[in-house]
């Protein structure tokens, strides 16, 4: 009798173990790495390019990851070499007029990290034509909604022969009216008007070179926000054309003033904010359900980017002008 | 001869060397041109004296059989010592001595050779004549009619053999004079049959089931990975399938074959098939010769494989027979049963999660028949009222639920005659998910309502109308047209409501999307078996492909009682196909050694817009190196049309299918393959199999963003790109009367390469570098079996960060974030598990026999990691890296009874 009871508790006692389960430790050895250097240099046509240099922080250290401020910088232009002024915590300057098709190299060492460089070219510009600001009443897919929204139309033309890559900013210009304390005890204000420049948000399921996502994707909260809203596109569907783009934005006001920003990207530019905005974005990859984008770079043994851009804006103008 | 179940079947052959041209006066010579030499064997007369006599008499004496071919020269004249009072050794020995026959002993069967150094110089007594030869062919069935896939005819007599077809014809070619040909089939017992073949003859043969595991019985089953010339061939019977565990108790096609070396499974419980290193979308899965698109219920905790129906399972992962294209890195044939021709029977099941009824009968005993198979979860049959209860007391907050699946396999099956059968199969699967939530608030005066409804519809319907007739004892033909229809819907509804007094205001949205696939095409194979060293596959299958992907409507209207706006939208993508289809593939029987499958598949892929063709050339060898060591080595080229656009690794309900665009390339693999294939003894089956495997073309979803893209533009959202995929196989098997244990090891690297993604090879999410698995089924008593099951592996990949880093400010301010230096950088831990099953069988008071199965998934509950969640810590500055594993121990049971 004693041996069944001993059995039957040794069964009760297995059962409750198993029941417990065990969890996996993961060893964060594997991602263990060394600090690296990281640039970030976006020359363009003009005369001033910044470059920020810092260090990154790797998974598993304990350290913090301040700017670099003692970096040594080649910067060269077409292959001759450029003065780089250190304005300190981390930003660099270089002061050269820069043209579409200029060819940039840079080069940056510092103490205790692995010397880095990178390459890049400016692009040539792009031909920015009409552009018309109209509010327009519409369904819009975010909001489930009809409502109002202001349509920005801006044309431009893509060259036939290359594999181009793109961004494109909305923009609004409002003034708003801001307090302005004063008093010994601050106690009264007084109004002033500010002027207020803001990047807006596209719809960017309005615009079929923008649309990254389907309606079920928009059903289920999926978003495609951009980074800092640099909405990115390439002419896949649009090569050689003449093309227009309709971009729903936000309607706030008839007073505000829009503009639109076209920028045409090389393709390190390109791939590193399309890599960063995905790896955002992507909600089933960090639940391991579907794969993340690796974050892009062209900075050979460091982080970051050397990416050239030709920025072209349109002029400011109030819906319905 | 006397008796001649019994008696060894010897006769004086005589060899000369001849071709027969006349023999390829057929049709078939345009496949076969120059190919079909063979030796033309001539008969003589017995002279007395001889040493066939003095067999005849060993044979009387010791009761054995002597098996030899028609190079052996048994008509010699015999003038040794007299053989009586010799043991059986030396009576052998004696009287083989200087004939230039070497023989050994194989139980009771004595196996002579002729020593072709030291042929006799004894000359045909005759003239030489032609021999004679003739055809046997016919069905082998099992005791109810139906059909066995994959069963051996061999001849004793002259050591060739043949297997049945996926219809369970045979046809093999002999010379004229006396036969033993056995028959067998695993699970049942083996059959000879003694037969004098004068003519050609028909000859159907029903084996008997076997109650208990099957002792294998491997000397002789052409089907075997030792003797077929196929690499990478698995065969899975409903035996097979349907083991003593099984998850939740609902025996499972692709969870059994993901056991398979070779083959990652995935994310766990999702029934992924990721088949030397492919994608899951590169598979085809056939059932009853139609494709099917979506193989899961539940998202992939079912197979749409109903085991009950299922007879026969090819799964190939490599060497692919011609006569299959259209994906490319696995093919699973699934074959359905056809129904008893004389007895009703059937079986039913009940269980955790689902339920089953199977029945199959006669509908004209002997000509026609019947089988269905019907399978439902039940989840819904609770969950509905437990709803209603729950709901009707709370009157603010009301909740619904609701889930199910099922599906329906009917087959009829008429025997016109013994040439000609037709046969109607059909299968029709569905899941159905609906969610409701509805909130109502507020006072007498006003009132509140919101409703949010999602409902889920996904499945297939097939449909397949199959005629097999026999032209000739040689040539069997298959027509089939075939009907595959597949659909996803999904609709969503919000309704907001606020009633104050008469006034009210309505904020409306109704959005519904579809995808479709419509194929509908037919298929004309033939089975051409001129010799017994040559069998013939040649067709063609045409097939119209409409895919539908992502049809969608919206209807909303926003407002008040008194003016509301109302917007209807509606889009559309179709994508109309031609797929053109044609294979010829000759499997040809060298010699006693070497052994050679080759062919082609040919396929045109009209998009209207474009036409693709491509060749795909399909070669196997096998070199039997003795009874017990084969080496093989095969290489094909697979190409692929069709896409399954998802941007997760799970089987989604809202993933759809496209074909290949005029911007795009159809996808294309070459892989090779080697193995050796040894069985030491009569129960241990060993092989080791090799692959290399390239694939191009290979497609991506390049924004990783959301459920999938748009399917308006989805080719300029998807980057191609390459896989390099190879490793090597080791599989173990050991089976007697009691126990069967099946061991496979895997080691394989799993690389991939896509320019606009990473520009560097990087190692597939499921690059599970060592996979070891070990199942073991055994009978503990009469009617109790049970089934252990012990798989480990390197764990999935993933794309963890590896630094933290400034982000560029572009105006809008500076930020930091993670980075991710290289995709799939990380090893998850290590996945292991392991599976317990009980069956217990008895019998009723009526003779019914009923089953209870008790079934544990991860029976130590080892929660296997899903993913590596990593955060950074703003207190400590510090980066933290967790382990997220879900899956726990799941026991489950069914009940069936079988009547």
């Known amino acids: 009798m004693m041996k069944k009871k001993r059995i039957y508790g040794l069964v009760a006692f297995l059962s409750a173990l198993l029941l417990t389960g065990c969890h996996d430790r993961f060893d964060i050895d594997q991602l263990r790495s060394a600090g690296k250097l990281v640039v970030y240099c976006m020359p363009a046509a003009g005369d001033t390019t910044l470059i920020r240099v810092t260090s990154s922080l790797p998974v598993g250290s304990k350290k913090s990851s301040p700017p670099v401020t003692d970096a040594t910088i080649d910067y060269r232009l077409n292959g001759q070499s450029q003065q780089v002024e250190n304005l300190g915590a981390g930003n660099y300057r270089v002061i050269v007029r820069q043209k579409g098709g200029d060819e940039v190299k840079l080069g940056v060492s510092a103490t205790g990290f692995v010397g880095v460089s990178a390459a890049t070219h400016i692009p040539l510009p792009v031909v920015v034509g009409d552009f018309s600001c109209e509010k327009i009443r519409i369904y819009d897919t975010y909001d489930q909604a009809v409502q109002d929204e202001l349509q920005l139309r801006v044309t431009f033309t893509d060259p036939a022969e290359t594999h181009d890559y793109y961004a494109v900013r909305a923009m609004r210009f409002s003034m708003r009216k801001e307090k302005v304390w004063y008093g010994a005890d601050w106690g009264f204000y007084t109004t002033r008007e500010v002027a207020e420049y803001k990047y807006v948000s596209i719809h960017s399921d309005s615009e079929p070179v923008l649309k990254n996502l389907s309606s079920i994707d928009y059903d289920y909260g999926f978003s495609d926000t951009p980074y800092q809203h640099m909405y990115l596109f390439d002419d896949r569907l649009i090569n050689g054309q003449t093309y227009t783009l309709r971009l729903n934005t936000p309607y706030y006001s008839l007073s505000d003033s829009m503009a639109v920003e076209l920028y045409r990207l090389t393709p390190e530019y390109y791939h590193f904010l399309k890599s960063i905005s995905d790896a955002d974005n992507n909600e089933l990859a960090k639940v391991g359900l579907a794969v993340i984008a690796p974050t892009y770079s062209n900075v050979k043994g460091g982080i970051g980017y050397v990416g050239g851009y030709y920025r072209q804006r349109t002029p400011w103008i109030k819906p319905n002008q | 001869?006397?008796?001649?179940?019994?008696?060894?079947?010897?006769?004086?052959?005589?060899?000369?060397?001849?071709?027969?041209?006349?023999?390829?006066?057929?049709?078939?010579?345009?496949?076969?041109?120059?190919?079909?030499?063979?030796?033309?064997?001539?008969?003589?007369?017995?002279?007395?004296?001889?040493?066939?006599?003095?067999?005849?008499?060993?044979?009387?004496?010791?009761?054995?059989?002597?098996?030899?071919?028609?190079?052996?020269?048994?008509?010699?004249?015999?003038?040794?010592?007299?053989?009586?009072?010799?043991?059986?050794?030396?009576?052998?020995?004696?009287?083989?001595?200087?004939?230039?026959?070497?023989?050994?002993?194989?139980?009771?069967?004595?196996?002579?050779?002729?020593?072709?150094?030291?042929?006799?110089?004894?000359?045909?007594?005759?003239?030489?004549?032609?021999?004679?030869?003739?055809?046997?062919?016919?069905?082998?069935?099992?005791?109810?009619?139906?059909?066995?896939?994959?069963?051996?005819?061999?001849?004793?007599?002259?050591?060739?053999?043949?297997?049945?077809?996926?219809?369970?014809?045979?046809?093999?070619?002999?010379?004229?004079?006396?036969?033993?040909?056995?028959?067998?089939?695993?699970?049942?017992?083996?059959?000879?049959?003694?037969?004098?073949?004068?003519?050609?003859?028909?000859?159907?043969?029903?084996?008997?089931?076997?109650?208990?595991?099957?002792?294998?019985?491997?000397?002789?089953?052409?089907?075997?990975?030792?003797?077929?010339?196929?690499?990478?061939?698995?065969?899975?019977?409903?035996?097979?399938?349907?083991?003593?565990?099984?998850?939740?108790?609902?025996?499972?096609?692709?969870?059994?074959?993901?056991?398979?070396?070779?083959?990652?499974?995935?994310?766990?419980?999702?029934?992924?098939?990721?088949?030397?290193?492919?994608?899951?979308?590169?598979?085809?899965?056939?059932?009853?010769?139609?494709?099917?698109?979506?193989?899961?219920?539940?998202?992939?905790?079912?197979?749409?494989?109903?085991?009950?129906?299922?007879?026969?399972?090819?799964?190939?992962?490599?060497?692919?027979?011609?006569?299959?294209?259209?994906?490319?890195?696995?093919?699973?044939?699934?074959?359905?049963?056809?129904?008893?021709?004389?007895?009703?029977?059937?079986?039913?099941?009940?269980?955790?999660?689902?339920?089953?009824?199977?029945?199959?009968?006669?509908?004209?005993?002997?000509?026609?028949?019947?089988?269905?198979?019907?399978?439902?979860?039940?989840?819904?049959?609770?969950?509905?009222?437990?709803?209603?209860?729950?709901?009707?007391?709370?009157?603010?907050?009301?909740?619904?639920?609701?889930?199910?699946?099922?599906?329906?396999?009917?087959?009829?099956?008429?025997?016109?005659?013994?040439?000609?059968?037709?046969?109607?199969?059909?299968?029709?699967?569905?899941?159905?998910?609906?969610?409701?939530?509805?909130?109502?608030?507020?006072?007498?005066?006003?009132?509140?309502?919101?409703?949010?409804?999602?409902?889920?519809?996904?499945?297939?319907?097939?449909?397949?109308?199959?005629?097999?007739?026999?032209?000739?004892?040689?040539?069997?033909?298959?027509?089939?047209?075939?009907?595959?229809?597949?659909?996803?819907?999904?609709?969503?509804?919000?309704?907001?409501?606020?009633?104050?007094?008469?006034?009210?205001?309505?904020?409306?949205?109704?959005?519904?999307?579809?995808?479709?696939?419509?194929?509908?095409?037919?298929?004309?194979?033939?089975?051409?078996?001129?010799?017994?060293?040559?069998?013939?596959?040649?067709?063609?299958?045409?097939?119209?492909h409409w895919f539908r992907p992502q049809t969608f409507s919206s209807l909303t209207y926003f407002g008040s009682d008194t003016k509301a706006d109302t917007l209807k939208l509606q889009g559309k993508n179709h994508h109309g196909t031609l797929e053109l289809n044609a294979y010829v593939e000759d499997e040809w029987t060298l010699n006693d050694h070497w052994s050679v499958d080759f062919g082609a598949n040919l396929s045109l892929f009209d998009t209207r817009l474009k036409q693709f063709f491509r060749v795909d050339p399909r070669v196997a060898m096998k070199y039997q190196a003795g009874q017990r060591l084969s080496f093989k080595a095969s290489y094909t080229m697979m190409t692929q049309f069709v896409h399954k656009i998802s941007n997760s690794y799970i089987d989604l309900p809202t993933d759809y299918w496209v074909p290949t665009t005029e911007r795009l390339h159809p996808m294309r693999s070459g892989q090779l393959a080697v193995g050796a294939y040894y069985q030491p003894t009569r129960h241990w089956l060993l092989s080791l199999e090799g692959y290399y495997k390239e694939s191009n073309r290979l497609l991506q979803y390049a924004n990783w963003l959301g459920l999938e893209p748009p399917a308006d533009a989805w080719d300029t959202k998807v980057s191609e790109g390459r896989g390099r995929f190879y490793g090597v196989e080791a599989d173990a098997r050991y089976q007697d009367k009691r126990l069967k244990i099946d061991a496979a090891y895997t080691l394989s690297w799993n690389r991939r390469r896509f320019d606009d993604f990473f520009p560097e090879w990087y190692y597939d999410k499921f690059d599970n570098r060592h996979k070891f698995n070990i199942t073991m089924r055994c009978r503990l008593s009469k009617g109790t079996h049970f089934y252990a099951g012990w798989i480990y592996r390197t764990g999935n990949r993933m794309t963890a960060p590896t630094q933290y880093a400034d982000m560029p400010d572009l105006g809008e301010g500076r930020s930091q974030g993670f980075v991710y230096e290289r995709p799939n950088n990380i090893v998850l831990p290590a996945y292991h598990r392991l599976d317990l099953g009980f069956d217990i069988h008895h019998k009723t008071k009526r003779g019914r026999e009923r089953v209870w199965n008790w079934s544990i998934y991860n029976a130590y509950c080892h929660f296997n990691t899903l993913f590596v969640n990593v955060k950074y810590d703003e207190t400590t500055g510090r980066i933290r890296a967790k382990a997220k594993g879900y899956i726990p121990i799941i026991p489950s049971f069914s009940y069936t009874i079988k009547f």
């Open chain 2, 1 to 544: 001869m006397g008796d001649l179940s019994h008696a060894s079947v010897i006769r004086v052959v005589i060899r000369n060397e001849k071709t027969i041209i006349q023999y390829m006066q057929t049709k078939m010579i345009l496949f076969l041109c120059g190919l079909l030499l063979f030796t033309a064997p001539l008969r003589a007369n017995t002279p007395e004296g001889s040493l066939q006599k003095q067999m005849e008499w060993i044979h009387t004496t010791h009761h054995v059989d002597f098996v030899y071919n028609a190079e052996v020269v048994v008509n010699q004249s015999y003038q040794g010592p007299t053989l009586r009072g010799l043991t059986l050794e030396k009576a052998l020995a004696t009287l083989f001595q200087g004939t230039g026959i070497s023989w050994s002993r194989d139980g009771r069967y004595v196996i002579l050779k002729q020593s072709k150094a030291t042929k006799p110089s004894n000359k045909p007594i005759d003239a030489p004549v032609r021999q004679r030869r003739f055809t046997i062919s016919g069905y082998v069935k099992d005791t109810g009619g139906e059909s066995l896939i994959n069963a051996t005819v061999y001849d004793l007599t002259t050591r060739q053999g043949t297997t049945t077809n996926e219809y369970g014809f045979y046809s093999i070619t002999l010379p004229e004079g006396r036969h033993r040909l056995r028959l067998s089939y695993l699970g049942f017992e083996e059959h000879e049959e003694a037969i004098h073949l004068t003519a050609d003859r028909r000859m159907d043969i029903s084996l008997q089931e076997r109650n208990n595991l099957a002792e294998v019985v491997v000397t002789g089953d052409m089907n075997s990975p030792l003797l077929n010339t196929q690499t990478g061939k698995r065969t899975f019977s409903q035996k097979d399938i349907k083991t003593e565990f099984s998850l939740l108790s609902s025996p499972d096609v692709v969870k059994t074959v993901q056991r398979t070396s070779g083959v990652a499974e995935g994310v766990e419980l999702a029934s992924g098939l990721y088949v030397h290193g492919g994608n899951n979308d590169e598979n085809l899965f056939l059932l009853d010769g139609t494709p099917l698109y979506q193989i899961n219920h539940s998202m992939g905790l079912f197979s749409s494989f109903n085991a009950d129906v299922v007879k026969n399972v090819d799964f190939y992962k490599s060497g692919f027979p011609a006569r299959y294209g259209g994906r490319l890195s696995s093919v699973m044939d699934v074959r359905t049963a056809d129904g008893d021709l004389q007895h009703y029977h059937g079986s039913y099941r009940i269980g955790l999660l689902d339920g089953s009824l199977q029945l199959e009968g006669p509908i004209q005993r002997g000509k026609t028949s019947f089988n269905l198979g019907l399978r439902r979860s039940w989840l819904d049959l609770i969950t509905t009222p437990v709803f209603a209860i729950i709901n009707r007391s709370n009157k603010e907050d009301k909740i619904n639920i609701n889930y199910n699946f099922h599906d329906l396999n009917a087959k009829i099956v008429h025997l016109f005659s013994d040439r000609s059968r037709l046969s109607l199969s059909t299968y029709w699967g569905r899941d159905h998910l609906f969610t409701k939530g509805e909130s109502l608030w507020g006072s007498n005066t006003a009132i509140d309502r919101d409703v949010i409804e999602n409902r889920f519809n996904w499945g297939n319907f097939n449909m397949a109308l199959d005629w097999n007739y026999v032209f000739s004892p040689k040539l069997f033909a298959n027509f089939t047209g075939v009907y595959t229809y597949n659909l996803s819907r999904f609709n969503t509804l919000y309704d907001y409501t606020y009633k104050n007094g008469k006034e009210s205001t309505v904020s409306h949205s109704e959005h519904g999307y579809h995808s479709t696939i419509n194929d509908v095409g037919y298929r004309m194979a033939f089975d051409y078996r001129p010799l017994p060293s040559h069998h013939l596959r040649f067709g063609h299958d045409l097939t119209y």
